[in-house]
């Protein structure tokens, strides 16, 4: 059974830092591309940041510079540092495989940014 477990969200002031962590299990993570998407309220879910199994990223225009995202396939996680907060970052944020599986999705880390 595949699960994925985000963490690491919170309310932080505009500017501020947060990481987010994923633990996958039940996944051959390591030949995977991973990626973490949100959904902010009355939005559609997004891709915002991907990795290949090589450590190749790419990322959304509004995070491009701000956000990294990492993966540490010993221990089956990505990471998300996320710099230069934006009150439009605020949303739910998740990982999964890209593409995603609809069966895969986990409870999400909520993100608050306050202005």
């Known amino acids: 059974q595949v699960q994925l477990v985000e963490s690491g969200g919170g309310l932080v002031q505009t500017g501020g830092s947060l990481r987010l962590s994923c633990a996958a299990s039940?996944?051959?993570?390591?030949?995977?591309?991973m990626a973490w998407y949100r959904q902010a309220p009355r939005k559609y879910r997004e891709l915002i940041a991907r990795i290949t199994p090589s450590g190749i990223t790419d990322y959304a225009d509004s995070v491009q510079g701000r956000f990294t995202i990492s993966r540490d396939d010993a221990k089956h996680m990505v990471y998300l540092q996320m710099d230069s907060l934006r009150p439009e970052d605020t949303a739910v944020y998740y990982c999964?495989?890209?593409?995603?599986?609809?069966?895969?999705w986990g409870q999400g880390a909520q993100v608050t940014v306050s202005s």
């Open positions: 039940g996944l051959a993570f390591s030949i995977r591309d």
């Open positions: 999964n495989q890209n593409p995603p599986d609809a069966r895969y």
